[in-house]
Structure formats: structure tokens, C-alpha cells
């Protein structure tokens, strides 16, 4: 895993400012700890920062090649599953490749096929490759965008980035946002509408798509997308079909030249890649697997049981690691850390994102990295097979808006009448939804209940997994770790997206044919175990901590946020917290004491990038 960046611009000389090249690729260094470079020419400038972790000897970017008079030249970030097999066929069609890394098997297959290279491609990538003889570049995202590029393109000029500091680092580009990116943030987030770059004239290249930058301008196409059609196994040949796919995906995301590890929580996802991993590990004869977990210093004193997290992960862990043998590490922080831990997070994200819940991921990732590179999570399993509560409960599932995000009229009230008049935050969020209901690949014979889950599982996969995706990503790579998530395995979605509702909760459970797909791998305990989210803290002094610092903001007449909020309404409700937001505001954690985390990270990055509203 690395950081990329770019600017492709027609009206300079790029080899006059090699200066701003390094400074926007200097702003990715914590992706790319091990190794920089760049690469520049009269209208292309490249810039890399490399996390080691593929053939680290001769991977190198950003990397050239020539074929016949023509030079290509690749930054990329990512991972490619079937590295192996592409390498091959090109073998077979004339190329010789000099190092093992799949930067050169990804650079080749772009040399070979051109644009038509993505289809071909298992992995999670952002790329960009330009074609020295046609003056053009190319830039692809994986299908389900679990690496993240943003870009800008204005007035014939290009500027690009794994994260969006990369392009805020360009001095022609000012740190601003208009009523769009207000509504983002103040009632979408911490989620992002696809594409969205929160920043005026910023977009994110969304999943599943690829852009072409050239003299007469770019095009946006979409190469992947979901798309439904009659699912023909009946109940055993579905469990065993998803078996033998995430078991195939799991061998294939092990592979790595530097030390490997999983995210265990105890929970079905992610004790089923462990296993998996394990088993690999003691066939291929590479010893025990290493596992860790996270949680928080006195949580077993504070913890309560509640309809979103039924048990504590611990004792469950306990139960896999010894029947698997993993050599496990239980990682702990305090209160002090973890609120620390919010304005750092806000640098990772470059935006306010998911309060403790980030924080506590960020501080995870940094002591993970202490002893490996690539960590393997079980990210996505919930959207793809209907996990949540919300995909089990009436009244989210007969809201007419996103089901882990219930709260929008709450949220709304606690803002400035001014700012509400101008963004028009309810109906903003209203216009998304609608957006996202229309794209929704219909199948026809669907009736009205099989049509809703349809919708849920879609509204998920592309609105709410994106969040979680983001939050691994950035949380992750600002410490230097690459995790990967087997789960969003393109040939997996696309079968389970078609599976019928009542065959995903088979036995009557939710992600029943998961656990039917894994009778025997797991013990029959951890497999019938409810679910139960990612840990946050339930330490009162997390809450107490939040609150004062709100409260600080509020006496602070020079606070950025203050134009923004109803400063009296969240005064009284962090002096006297009457419960009001006890139920999540956002998915399944965010409750009260992240309410006033998220204002307080808002504030931060008000005043940290010194944003300008226009």
C-alpha cells in the first residue's frame, strides 16, 4: 500500500515546480513510510510515497517502462490478488517482466490492454498511468473503492490523490467549501455522498470507475457495477458456493513478503479469515498466526449489554485464539489516549469523521504496526449479507431515508436557523437518498418485500460500507499498516448481492447463510454467537472529557463552528444530558458522547485547514 499524487497541467512547464510536486507527495508520507519518488515532465509531474510490501527491493515508483518508442509511467497503490495468473498470460503474449511485484504486472497489463486492463484486475487499487506518446492519463479505483482517489480537474488542469491534503497541498488550491460540503458534514457525516469530495471543486473518482485526462479535456466511465439477475442455487449449493469463495479469497490475500496478521473480535466475520488464515498458515508450514484485538482499560467495569452490542467481544476471543493457537495480542487504551487521539484522526481523514470510533482504530492500527505490515479485517461482511439491525427492524426498514441515520431532524435542530435556511440539510438528505434509490439495478418478478431488501442491501453497499472503508483506509495507512478486506472481494459481492433475502437469512438468522457457508470451520458457539459491533468505550469519562471540551468551544467567541451550530441547544444539552441522543445519530455506535466528539472534531478542522466558506 502507498500514496499517489499528480498534476497534469497544458498551460506550464511542470518542470519548473518541482518544489510543489515534493510538497504534495511529502503530504502522503505517512502511507509510504519505506520509500519517494517523482517523476516530472513538461505536463505531467508524478509523485509516490511506498509502503514496502511486494518484492520491496525493486518496486520502485514512480515505475517506467518502454514499449517500443513509447514510455508509460505508473503510481499506483493497491494490491492485485491474481497478480500471479495476469503475470503469466502476458508472459505468454511476449512480455518479460524484471522484478515480482505487481506494480510492474499492473503497468504491463495497462501496456497490453489498455483501459480494458481493469476488467481483469482482483484486487484494491488506485492507479494512474500516463502514456508519454499520447499526452494522456489514466486513472482507475477498484469496484468497491476500498482505496480512496480524489481529484480535481479545472480549466485544463489536473491535480490528483490517494487523500485529499495531497491536492490541498497545491498552492493553487484553496481550502474551501460551499453550501454542498456544509450539508456533507453537517448532516451527512460522517459519511460522504459517493464522489463527494467535501472541498469546493474537489471529487472522488467513485468505485468501480475509471478517467482519461488528455489535451481535449477528461471523461468519467463506469467499468463495474452491481447488476442483478435470477440467482439459480438453492440452499446448500449457496453455503457451499460462499464457502469456497471466501476461502479462495483469503489465500490469495495472504500473500506478502512481509509480516502478516488478522483483526480478531471474537465476532463471526472476522473468526471465520482467521481460521481461514490459520489453516493456511499451519498447511504452508509458516508457524502461528498472529491475531490481535482492541479494547479499553475498564470497559468490562462499564460495559452494558443493549440491542446493538449484546456481549463483549473478550471472552470470545479467548475461545478462538485457543482453538485456533494463534499467538494473540490484546491491545488496551485509556481516556486520555482515545480523546487525544480526536484531533489526529481529523489529520488521517482531512474531514471530522467517526469521533472515537476512528481515534480508537488509528491508535489499534499504530500498535499492530509495531510488529506487522498487513493486518487482514472483516470489513463488509455486514452489507453484503444483511447483518445490521437495521436490515431486521421495521422502523428502519419503513424509513424514507437511510436506515443508520434515523436522526437527521435531531441533527438539524441542534444547527443555526442561518445555516439550515441555506443548505437545507433535511431536504439535502432527501435528495441523496432518492439518488440512491435510483440506482438501484432492479430485478423484475421481485415482490414489494424482496424489492425493499434489494434496496437495503444496495443502500449499504455503496452508502454506508464506504464510511467503514474510508475509516480503515485512512486510519490504517496513517500509520504505515496495509489492511485488506477479503469480504469485498468483487467475485463475493457479486454473488451474494443476487442471493434471495430469505436464502441469506436461512435458519432464520441474520447472515444465516454465511453461518451455514461456515457449519465446520467454526465452533458451534462462535457460530451462532449474535452479532456484535467494532468496541467503543462506555468509560463515563470519556463522556465527561467530550462534554468539557464541547463546552470550551462554546465559551470561545473566536470557535469556527459557532456560525454553524444552535450554541444554546447543545449548551444545555452537554450541561444536562437528558439521554436525547442515547440512540445512534450514525450506524450503530455514535451516540451522545460522539455527538459532541464529532462538534468538537468539526471545530478542529475549521481551524486546523483554515476553511474558507463561499
Known amino acids: 500500500m502507498c500514496g499517489l499524487t499528480g498534476w497534469i497541467d497544458w498551460n506550464k512547464d511542470l518542470t519548473q515546480y518541482p518544489s510543489v510536486l515534493e510538497h504534495m507527495t511529502d503530504t502522503l508520507a505517512p502511507r509510504g513510510p519505506d520509500a519517494s519518488g517523482t517523476w516530472i515532465t513538461p505536463h505531467c509531474a508524478l509523485g509516490h510515497r511506498r509502503l514496502s510490501v511486494m518484492d520491496p ?3 520502485a515508483q514512480p515505475m517506467s517502462r518502454k514499449a517500443g518508442e513509447n514510455t508509460y509511467v505508473i503510481v499506483y497503490n493497491g494490491e492485485l490478488y491474481n497478480a500471479p495468473e495476469l503475470r503469466r498470460e502476458l508472459e505468454l503474449r511476449g512480455h518479460a517482466f524484471q522484478t515480482t511485484c505487481d506494480t510492474e504486472v499492473l503497468l504491463v497489463s495497462y501496456i497490453e490492454w489498455g483501459k480494458a486492463c481493469v476488467d ?5 487499487f488506485a492507479f494512474a498511468v500516463w502514456n508519454d506518446e499520447e499526452q494522456s492519463l ?5 469496484r468497491l473503492g476500498v482505496k480512496p482517489l480524489f481529484y480535481s480537474y479545472m480549466n485544463g488542469r489536473l491535480l490528483f490523490g490517494s487523500e485529499p491534503k495531497a491536492i490541498l497541498a497545491h498552492p493553487d488550491f484553496p481550502a474551501e467549501i460551499g453550501f454542498e460540503g456544509l450539508a456533507e458534514i453537517f448532516a451527512v457525516g460522517p459519511a460522504r455522498t459517493p464522489g463527494h469530495g467535501i472541498y469546493r471543486n474537489m471529487q472522488e473518482l467513485r468505485p468501480g470507475c475509471c478517467m482519461r485526462v488528455d489535451r481535449s479535456g477528461a471523461n468519467v466511465r463506469t467499468y463495474w457495477k452491481l447488476e442483478s439477475r435470477p440467482h439459480e442455487d438453492d440452499v446448500d449449493a449457496t453455503a457451499e458456493k460462499v464457502r469456497e469463495l471466501l476461502s479462495d479469497t483469503v489465500r490469495r490475500q495472504l500473500v506478502s513478503d512481509v509480516p502478516i496478521c488478522t483483526l480478531l473480535s471474537g465476532g463471526l466475520d472476522s473468526s471465520a479469515l482467521t481460521t481461514f488464515a490459520a489453516h493456511h498458515y499451519r498447511e504452508s508450514g509458516l508457524g502461528p498466526l498472529n491475531t490481535y484485538s482492541v479494547d479499553y482499560v475498564d470497559n468490562d467495569k462499564h460495559f452494558k449489554a443493549n440491542a446493538f452490542q449484546p456481549n463483549a467481544d473478550k471472552p470470545w476471543i479467548a475461545r478462538m485464539t485457543e482453538y485456533l493457537g494463534t499467538e494473540h495480542t490484546y491491545v488496551e487504551f485509556d481516556t486520555p489516549e482515545l480523546v487525544d487521539s480526536l484531533k489526529t484522526v481529523v489529520t488521517a481523514r482531512d474531514t471530522p469523521g467517526m469521533a472515537d470510533v476512528d481515534g480508537s482504530l488509528y491508535l489499534f492500527c499504530r500498535e499492530i504496526k509495531r510488529n506487522a505490515t498487513v493486518a487482514i479485517s472483516g470489513e463488509a461482511a455486514d452489507e453484503i449479507f444483511g447483518g445490521y ?5 421495521e422502523e428502519a426498514l419503513n424509513a424514507d431515508t437511510f436506515p443508520w441515520a434515523l436522526a437527521t431532524a435531531e441533527r438539524v435542530g441542534l444547527l443555526s436557523p442561518d445555516l439550515v435556511d441555506w443548505v437545507k440539510p433535511e431536504q439535502y438528505v432527501k435528495d441523496r437518498y432518492a439518488q440512491a434509490l435510483s440506482e438501484v439495478p432492479r430485478l423484475a418478478g421481485e415482490n414489494k418485500q424482496q424489492n425493499r431488501m434489494r434496496e437495503m442491501s444496495y443502500l449499504n453497499i455503496t452508502r454506508f460500507m464506504p464510511t467503514l472503508l474510508d475509516r480503515k483506509d485512512r486510519m490504517s495507512m496513517a ?5 485488506r478486506v477479503p469480504f469485498c472481494d468483487h467475485r463475493l459481492v457479486e454473488y451474494v448481492w443476487n442471493i434471495p433475502w430469505e436464502i441469506k437469512t436461512a435458519g432464520d438468522r441474520e447472515k444465516g447463510i454465511l453461518r451455514k457457508a461456515l457449519r465446520g470451520v467454526l465452533p458451534e458457539d462462535v457460530l451462532t454467537r449474535k452479532k456484535s459491533p467494532y468496541p467503543k468505550t462506555h468509560n463515563p469519562n470519556y463522556l465527561a472529557a467530550v462534554r468539557t471540551w464541547v463546552l470550551d468551544i462554546l465559551n470561545d467567541p473566536s470557535s469556527p463552528i459557532l456560525q454553524f451550530i444552535d450554541a444554546a441547544k447543545i449548551r444545555r444539552l452537554a450541561e444536562d444530558d437528558q439521554g436525547r441522543f442515547n440512540l445512534p445519530w450514525f450506524g450503530q455506535l455514535m451516540t451522545g458522547p460522539q455527538l459532541f466528539a464529532y462538534l468538537a472534531q468539526v471545530d478542529t478542522w ?7 466558506v463561499r
Not at 489514466?138 to 477498484?142: G, K, N, P
Not at 439491525?389 to 427492524?393: E, T
Not at 475549521?606 to 474558507?612: A, E, K, S, T
Open 138 to 142: 489514466f486513472l482507475a479505483r477498484d
Open 57 to 59: 527491493a525493486n518496486g
Open 479 to 483: 500509520v504505515g499498516l496495509e489492511v
Open 389 to 393: 439491525p437495521w436490515f431486521h427492524r
Open 120 to 124: 481483469r484486475l482482483n484486487g484494491i
Open 606 to 612: 475549521l481551524r486546523q485547514y483554515r476553511i474558507v
